[in-house]
């Protein structure tokens, strides 16, 4: 069986819009043995308690520039955070940010490895504008303005999960649509990928116009990541992969050794469940 490695539980995507994430506080609650309305308060006072312990800390957008279509690349100057800059320690960590006058917050995803926070005092994104959300007010705002951002948050990829590269030569990445955005920072943070035999990333958008990072392709590559683009509703001059990233996965598959096989998870939740629950085997 295959070992699969995910984000925090808490953000199952490169950007997801919650109004109340799992919380350890929350899961000590025993709400199945309340009445509704119990329940309702009980959940409504974790959510409080959630808000009351989250520090907000005020930081300048360093840029912001389309990625793909609806997804923007956003640059946060922490510079002036140093406590902030020096906790993001692994790929798959996230946190929530704010706009002014924008009452919810939105979870964002670290498209950056950890050294870009060291080196040059910034966080990147990429961020989906969904219609009526804060991301989409996020993205539309312009270098210079001024945005609130909270605590690095979330284990991240354990990638000590999937050492020596010895015994887990293979490595597969499944990501979708904006999913992507912590799997970039995987990939440039580094797993060893040269030291193993067969390390694929299966990127699934709906055409070439929606798939982030193309110009980074290259440098994927000749990190020992073989990239594998899979477009479901690509256009006539598409030749590559089409359908959907398992479906693509389960033409190729070329495992010698599930046993020695390590699965990193990122994007829309039919293709994690697809993948975990079997519907594709190794």
Not at 138 to 152: A, F, N, P, R, T
Not at 259 to 265: A, D, I, R, S
Request: proline share 7%; charged share 20%; aromatic share 6%.
């Amino acid at each position: 069986m295959a070992l699969a490695l995910s984000p925090s539980p808490s953000l199952p995507h490169a950007h997801v819009s919650h109004t109340l994430p799992p919380m350890s506080i929350l899961r000590r609650i025993p709400l199945l043995h309340l009445k509704p309305q119990r329940r309702r308060l009980a959940t409504l006072a974790a959510a409080a308690v959630r808000q009351d312990i989250t520090v907000w800390t005020p930081a300048p957008l360093a840029e912001i520039s389309p990625a793909a279509e609806s997804l923007f690349h956003v640059s946060i100057d922490i510079s002036d955070a140093p406590d902030i800059a020096s906790s993001h320690t692994r790929a798959g960590q996230y946190l929530q940010l704010r706009v002014v006058d924008v009452g919810k917050p939105t979870f964002l995803a670290i498209a950056s490895p950890p050294s870009i926070a060291s080196a040059s005092g910034a966080f990147e994104f990429l961020v989906k504008s969904v219609a009526g959300s804060t991301a989409e007010v996020l993205c539309g705002l312009k270098k210079g303005d001024v945005v609130e951002i909270s605590q690095v948050m979330g284990r991240g990829f354990d990638v000590d999960r999937i050492q020596p590269p010895d015994e887990y030569p293979t490595v597969l990445i499944f990501a979708t649509g904006s999913g992507i955005s912590p799997i970039r920072s995987l990939i440039e943070s580094g797993f060893s990928s040269k030291e193993r035999s067969d390390v694929r990333l299966y990127y699934g958008a709906r055409n070439l116009k929606r798939m982030a990072y193309q110009d980074k392709f290259k440098e994927w590559e000749s990190s020992g990541v073989k990239i594998v683009p899979v477009l479901s509703q690509p256009d006539g001059n598409w030749s590559g992969e089409t359908g959907y990233v398992q479906a693509a996965f389960s033409r190729a598959k070329k495992i010698f050794n599930p046993q020695g096989t390590g699965v990193v998870l990122c994007g829309q939740k039919q293709m994690a469940e697809s993948m975990i629950g079997g519907h594709c085997q190794l």
